[in-house]
């Protein structure tokens, strides 16, 4: 069973720039889609992005296009979500999570913390 473990979270000013790190284990990220969700204080989860199967296609949110960048490392079983311009509403738990392409998220890590202070 995949399990996931996300890093990189932390305080930063509005401006600033976080990388947030997911990495597996007990399995691979090979033919799997791996998505980035946020949920805020009083609100419903929701997308961030998303890399599909092999890392030919990334999808954003509308509030982070432009602001967000997702990537694979095959080789370190890890993706990434390089956050820049960081706003206050960016502020939020953030999960990984993966599944088999078009079969949704089965697994979720714990969550990192992001608190972007204005």
């Known amino acids: 069973q995949v399990q996931l473990v996300e890093s990189g979270g932390g305080l930063v000013q509005a401006g600033g720039s976080l990388r947030l790190s997911c990495a597996a284990s007990?399995?691979?990220?090979?033919?799997?889609?791996v998505g980035w969700f946020r949920q805020a204080p009083g609100k419903e989860r929701e997308f961030v992005a998303a890399?599909?199967?092999?890392?030919?296609?990334?999808s954003y949110s509308d509030s982070v296009k432009g602001r967000f960048t997702m990537a694979r490392d095959s080789a370190k079983n890890t993706v990434y979500l390089q956050m820049n311009s960081l706003k206050p509403e960016d502020t939020a738990l953030y999960y990984c999570?993966?599944?088999?392409?078009?079969?949704?998220?089965?697994?979720w890590g714990q969550g990192t913390q992001v608190t972007v202070s204005s």
């Open positions: 999570a993966t599944g088999p392409s078009g079969r949704g998220y089965p697994y």
């Open positions: 007990g399995g691979t990220f090979s033919g799997y889609t």
């Open positions: 890399i599909i199967s092999n890392g030919d296609k990334t």
